[in-house]
């Protein structure tokens, strides 16, 4: 794991010093060592850096960028089946220098081209010069678990692990994309391709990028599409024959992320994916694998004794760290720089707090992100499941009259029911989604915060979300069932702009390899194709893992609510966080911005003051923007 960046000049306006110095920004990323090369063509500079957290061949064999004849890499990640590829290579005739994947990549490319990424098991986001063809080549892994930014004009080229190395270049111009900023106060983050920046762009999961160097032109192909798999026939297959082959495709993918020349480590929340996750690697060793929970100092959301129950069961080695509410607010000023993107997902806080822990121990943990969205663990899934089907079974002149009638009545004139938490919200999504019941409505009214009146007045001038996979319309017809629609989507959104984000800014922040045995992309190939039910039966979310998990765990010591990781934000907010909330989001401020309609800012900060307490994501999105603006923009 480690940090890349670099650029294409074609002013040749920049030098080695730079690219160093683009390079020094991601040190967090790769603190034990660093390298650049630069190069010079006929029409252009061409930069590759990169920040080394070694994992993999600790000698410095492993250093990049790395090259093999015309070839020239930057890598960030960890190709986990390279020495099996290594292997078919040498009965190609090729030879090797070093241990690492980092060569693996450059002799594959060699002989396959961008072919190779079909081989890869792993996560990863690398950049390939290739003199020859006079061309650039950027990639990125399937699922999105590395991240690439890169920034495009017509004289210039960055790319970058962080959007924070592109500051130092003196051609990056940092203008904000008002439409991303829309689409970051709906969502809680920038969705892929867009960035919060004009000119900037993520490169999106199974994506590589070419630039050609003479024409200047870029040409992006998907390579792997989550699409590709739930466009077909489900499997005729019992669940027990299922079972058994999802064990081997967990145990084969979990294994894999073990694969390390330093200590490895394993997140434990004592949720069903972690307890898996846990269960199925120490069945396997008869070394105790070290276990590491963050637990919140406040009743309810506290999950540290139940992975510590957990843990006790399975005999691995555990620490728990209790985040104090201390920890949590010094923290809070910092996120803005490491999250270099306006970021809402609060849970941002005890991520990094856990990886900070696990950091003393191992340069490597396993987190279970990623179970959710392929096994069907959200509650969104249950509330489709449950009350879409409802909906839809009510006239629709029925559905259109209740609308129409709610639109005349606001929440606020309902007595009793308009003081209930939540049910502002509540009310006007039930309001649309008697328009529109289909599982295209229903998941947006579930992924975004603001109404489209809330959303119209929000802003100064006039915005427009951008285009997103949030609208896909992919999945075809005679495969399409509105879980499937749902899971699809979030594999697409979710995952890789919010959790994947969330935890490669945190674990790097410190210097932690996160790797994510659950995205392991043979798991989502597998299980797109099993039957619905098999996921969610009777009601029951994450059915395949629980039934996993039950013959590892006795099912009395899973049975519980999911938490998942959480804080008292709301309580902060009213509370420790309003000097902040005064300061970043004063009438003055906003109106000196430009880019927020005051009046309504400020009707917000009231309406939650005085009690309504839904508006608490509104405003923290709005407090984590101005704060990102204050470190990155004033």
């Known amino acids: 794991m480690c940090g890349i960046s670099g650029f294409v000049d074609f002013s040749k306006n920049s030098n080695e010093t730079l690219l160093r110095k683009m390079s020094d920004t991601l040190i967090h990323r790769g603190p034990d060592g660093s390298g650049a090369s630069f190069i010079e063509t006929l029409n252009s500079q061409i930069g590759l850096a990169h920040r080394r957290l070694s994992i993999i061949d600790l000698s410095s064999a492993g250093k990049q960028p790395m090259q093999l004849l015309n070839l020239t890499i930057t890598f960030n990640g960890e190709i986990y089946n390279f020495k099996e590829i290594k292997t078919e290579?040498?009965?190609?005739?090729?030879?090797?220098?070093?241990?690492?994947?980092?060569?693996?990549?450059?002799?594959?490319?060699?002989?396959?081209?961008?072919?190779?990424?079909?081989?890869?098991?792993?996560?990863?986001?690398?950049?390939?010069?290739?003199?020859?063809?006079?061309?650039?080549?950027?990639?990125?892994?399937?699922?999105?678990?590395?991240?690439?930014?890169?920034?495009?004009?017509?004289?210039?080229?960055?790319?970058?692990?962080?959007?924070?190395?592109?500051?130092?270049?003196?051609?990056?111009?940092?203008?904000?994309?008002?439409?991303?900023?829309?689409?970051?106060?709906?969502?809680?983050?920038?969705?892929?391709?867009?960035?919060?920046?004009?000119?900037?762009?993520?490169?999106?999961?199974?994506?590589?990028?070419?630039?050609?160097?003479?024409?200047?032109?870029?040409?992006?192909?998907?390579?792997?599409?989550?699409?590709?798999?739930?466009?077909?026939?489900?499997?005729?297959?019992?669940?027990q024959e299922a079972k058994i082959e999802t064990e081997k495709i967990l145990i084969s993918a979990f294994e894999y992320r073990l694969v390390s020349d330093v200590p490895v480590g394993?997140?434990?929340?004592?949720?069903?994916?972690?307890?898996?996750?846990?269960?199925?690697?120490?069945?396997?060793?008869?070394?105790?694998?070290?276990?590491?929970?963050?637990?919140?100092?406040?009743?309810?959301?506290?999950?540290?004794?139940?992975?510590?129950?957990?843990?006790?069961?399975?005999?691995?080695?555990?620490?728990?760290?209790?985040?104090?509410?201390?920890?949590?607010?010094?923290?809070?000023?910092?996120?803005?720089?490491?999250?270099?993107?306006?970021?809402?997902?609060?849970?941002?806080?005890?991520?990094?707090?856990?990886?900070?822990?696990?950091?003393?121990?191992?340069?490597?943990?396993?987190?279970?992100?990623?179970?959710?969205?392929?096994?069907?663990?959200?509650?969104?899934?249950?509330?489709?499941?449950?009350?879409?089907?409802?909906?839809?079974?009510?006239?629709?002149?029925?559905?259109?009259?209740?609308?129409?009638?709610?639109?005349?009545?606001?929440?606020?004139?309902?007595?009793?029911?308009?003081?209930?938490?939540?049910?502002?919200?509540?009310?006007?999504?039930?309001?649309?989604?008697?328009?529109?019941?289909?599982?295209?409505?229903?998941?947006?009214?579930?992924?975004?915060?603001?109404?489209a009146d809330e959303f119209a007045e929000l802003f100064y001038q006039g915005t427009e979300l951008p285009s997103t996979a949030y609208a896909s319309r992919e999945l075809r017809k005679e495969f399409f069932s509105p879980l499937a629609y749902m899971m699809a989507i979030d594999y697409q959104t979710y995952l890789p702009d919010d959790i994947l984000q969330k935890v490669d800014r945190a674990s790097m922040a410190f210097g932690l390899e996160a790797r994510e045995p659950f995205l392991d992309h043979r798991i989502i190939e597998w299980a797109s194709r099993l039957p619905d039910n098999f996921k969610y039966h009777n009601g029951v979310k994450k059915f395949m893992v629980r039934e996993l998990v039950h013959d590892y765990i006795p099912k009395k010591l899973m049975d519980r609510t999911k938490m998942g990781f959480t804080i008292p934000l709301e309580d902060w907010l009213l509370q420790d966080l309003k000097p902040q909330i005064e300061f970043h989001l004063s009438e003055q401020k906003i109106k000196t911005q430009g880019i927020f309609n005051s009046n309504a800012v400020q009707k917000l900060v009231r309406d939650f003051y005085s009690g309504k307490k839904e508006f608490t994501l509104k405003i923290w999105y709005l407090l984590m923007f101005q704060m990102w603006y204050a470190e990155w923009m004033d």
């Open 89 to 239: 290579l040498e009965k190609l005739n090729h030879v090797f220098l070093s241990h690492s994947d980092t060569e693996v990549i450059l002799h594959a490319y060699k002989e396959w081209g961008t072919d190779c990424l079909s081989r890869f098991v792993g996560m990863f986001a690398f950049v390939i010069y290739d003199s020859d063809k006079q061309e650039l080549v950027c990639c990125r892994d399937r699922t999105g678990i590395k991240p690439f930014y890169y920034y495009q004009t017509e004289h210039l080229f960055l790319f970058a692990s962080e959007l924070k190395a592109f500051h130092v270049h003196p051609g990056f111009k940092k203008e904000i994309n008002l439409n991303s900023l829309a689409a970051f106060m709906q969502f809680g983050n920038v969705p892929a391709p867009h960035c919060i920046f004009k000119n900037c762009y993520k490169l999106e999961p199974g994506t590589y990028l070419k630039l050609s160097l003479p024409s200047c032109e870029t040409e992006l192909k998907k390579y792997w599409n989550v699409y590709t798999y739930y466009n077909q026939e489900k499997l005729d297959i019992s669940f």
């Open 266 to 451: 394993v997140f434990l929340s004592g949720g069903y994916d972690s307890t898996c996750l846990t269960a199925l690697i120490q069945k396997n060793t008869a070394k105790k694998i070290k276990t590491f929970t963050i637990g919140i100092e406040k009743s309810g959301l506290d999950e540290a004794p139940f992975a510590k129950t957990i843990s006790n069961h399975l005999g691995t080695e555990h620490q728990e760290y209790y985040c104090t509410q201390k920890d949590a607010l010094e923290l809070i000023p910092k996120l803005p720089y490491y999250y270099d993107e306006p970021f809402g997902d609060y849970s941002a806080i005890p991520t990094m707090l856990v990886c900070k822990m696990a950091r003393r121990d191992v340069t490597v943990a396993l987190s279970a992100d990623g179970g959710d969205e392929v096994f069907a663990g959200y509650n969104r899934y249950s509330y489709l499941m449950k009350y879409g089907s409802l909906l839809n079974t009510i006239p629709g002149s029925l559905r259109n009259t209740t609308s129409y009638l709610m639109k005349k009545i606001p929440f606020s004139k309902l007595p009793v029911l308009k003081n209930r938490y939540n049910f502002h919200n509540r009310y006007n999504k039930l309001r649309v989604l008697l328009q529109d019941p289909s599982p295209k409505n229903i998941m947006h009214n579930l992924s975004t915060q603001f109404s």
